[in-house]
């Protein structure tokens, strides 16, 4: 049974750091696309991280590039989303999906 499962989120002041995780059960996170995407409060949905293992590739998008990066553990199967200079702007939900399997995302909310 394919389970996504993600945790980390919380609240943070701007410029500070949060590391998400999204654990992963009953496939290889190496032979998929794993991707980390967010959801603003007015419902935008955003791809912000690829991470395909096995190919060695990896794509940030050009709103967090600089700031964010994603990694993996592949001991764990556990696919991470390391958040810095966080602006109030990157408020969201963030989901990690492989392909139609969505974990329940992670609030994150960056405030004063």
């Known amino acids: 049974q394919v389970r996504l499962v993600e945790s980390g989120g919380g609240l943070v002041q701007p410029g500070g750091s949060l590391r998400l995780s999204c654990e992963c059960s009953g496939f290889d996170i190496q032979d998929y696309y794993m991707n980390w995407n967010r959801q603003f409060p007015n419902d935008e949905r955003e791809l912000i991280t690829s991470?395909?293992?096995?190919?060695?590739?990896?794509n940030i998008a050009g709103s967090v590039e600089g700031r964010f990066t994603t990694e993996a553990d592949v001991v764990k199967n556990t696919v991470y989303l390391q958040m810095n200079s966080l602006r109030p702007s990157d408020t969201a939900v963030y989901y990690c999906n492989r392909g139609n399997y969505w974990g329940q995302g992670t609030r994150v909310t960056v405030s004063s």
């Open positions: 991470l395909f293992i096995r190919h060695n590739v990896k």
